[in-house]
């Protein structure tokens, strides 16, 4: 019997599922009492489980403790025995379960482990584990999930700002280049420099190549033609009123 080795196992489980909202079979049963990371919390015998875990064990006895318990229904409050698996689930299963789903115009945010909470530049983002040791962020995952695949050197940015946000409605692919520009146009971080520009049309390397040829003589004109930018433009370069980081 669950619980044989406490005593009064019977009043411990009629405790439990007086803290559980009984509703129609295949529906959710959700947990009445405290949470913990928005999962139901019990304390029994000495010890603090999630009630999921002390639902599966009540209804179809005692499992390997190593062994994890998932609610099929992604909801973590849900008690439901028809609704607990033992056992890893899918990804994108598991995945659900950390999105908290609102609204379509509405951020989706991930409830799960933030990457970088104290780096401004880089951090902030949700982080989910798939498997083997690997950790990919939950925004990318997101996408690939609700939109499809994502192509190489591509990025996964966010038109709502939010880098917590999974909603895939708030998700657009782009460059390193277009995602600085979306960025300078939202006047959010320092305006883009140089090639990262987006109205850039020169690289660093033919900067560089524009000062050489000029310095050795060659007539502006023929850089204006070479690289189709205006005459006033060469002479900022040349004087290094522009670019003046190359």
Same mark, same amino acid.
């Given at each position: 019997?669950?619980?044989?080795?406490?005593?009064?196992?019977?009043?411990?489980?009629?405790?439990?599922?007086?803290?559980?909202?009984?509703?129609?079979?295949?529906?959710?049963?959700?947990?009445?009492?405290?949470?913990?990371?928005?999962?139901?919390?019990?304390?029994?015998?000495?010890?603090?489980?999630?009630?999921?875990?002390?639902?599966?064990?009540?209804?179809? &006895?005692?499992?390997? #403790?190593?062994?994890? !318990?998932?609610?099929? %229904?992604? =909801?973590?409050? *849900? +008690?439901? /025995?028809? $609704? @607990?698996?033992?056992?890893?689930?899918?990804?994108?299963?598991?995945?659900?379960?950390?999105?908290?789903?609102?609204?379509?115009?509405?951020?989706?945010?991930?409830?799960?482990?933030?990457?970088?909470?104290?780096?401004?530049?880089?951090?902030?983002?949700?982080?989910?584990?798939?498997?083997?040791?690997?950790?990919?962020?939950?925004?990318?995952?997101?996408?690939?999930?609700?939109? &499809?695949?994502?192509? #190489?050197?591509?990025? !996964?940015?966010?038109? %709502?700002? =939010?880098?917590? *946000? +999974?909603? /895939?409605? $708030? @998700?657009?692919?782009?460059?390193?280049?277009?995602?600085?520009?979306?960025?300078?146009?939202?006047?959010?971080?320092?305006?883009?420099?140089?090639?990262?520009?987006?109205?850039?049309?020169?690289?660093?390397?033919?900067?560089?190549?524009?000062?050489?040829?000029?310095?050795?003589?060659?007539?502006?004109?023929?850089?204006?033609?070479?690289?189709?930018?205006?005459?006033?433009?060469? &002479?900022?370069?040349?004087?290094?009123?522009?670019?003046?980081?190359?």
């Amino acid at each position: 019997m669950p619980y044989a080795k406490c005593r009064n196992p019977e009043r411990i489980a009629k405790r439990f599922w007086s803290k559980v909202r009984l509703r129609g079979a295949d529906e959710c049963w959700p947990w009445k009492a405290g949470l913990i990371h928005g999962y139901g919390a019990f304390k029994s015998c000495g010890r603090n489980e999630t009630a999921h875990r002390v639902a599966y064990r009540l209804h179809y &006895g005692i499992f390997d #403790e190593q062994e994890q !318990v998932h609610q099929t %229904c992604a =909801n973590r409050t *849900c +008690c439901n /025995p028809k $609704h @607990l698996r033992v056992g890893r689930l899918p990804p994108e299963q598991r995945f659900k379960a950390f999105v908290d789903v609102r609204s379509k115009s509405e951020c989706w945010n991930w409830t799960g482990t933030i990457s970088g909470r104290n780096d401004p530049q880089n951090g902030g983002y949700g982080s989910f584990a798939i498997g083997d040791g690997k950790a990919v962020r939950a925004h990318r995952f997101a996408y690939t999930l609700w939109r &499809g695949p994502i192509p #190489e050197e591509t990025l !996964v940015c966010h038109s %709502c700002d =939010n880098r917590k *946000c +999974c909603n /895939p409605d $708030h @998700l657009f692919l782009g460059t390193q280049l277009d995602n600085m520009a979306d960025c300078w146009r939202k006047g959010r971080g320092h305006r883009p420099k140089g090639e990262l520009a987006f109205a850039s049309k020169l690289t660093a390397d033919q900067v560089k190549d524009i000062r050489q040829r000029v310095a050795n003589g060659t007539p502006r004109k023929e850089m204006v033609k070479k690289y189709g930018v205006t005459r006033q433009n060469v &002479g900022f370069i040349v004087r290094r009123e522009s670019w003046a980081h190359v």
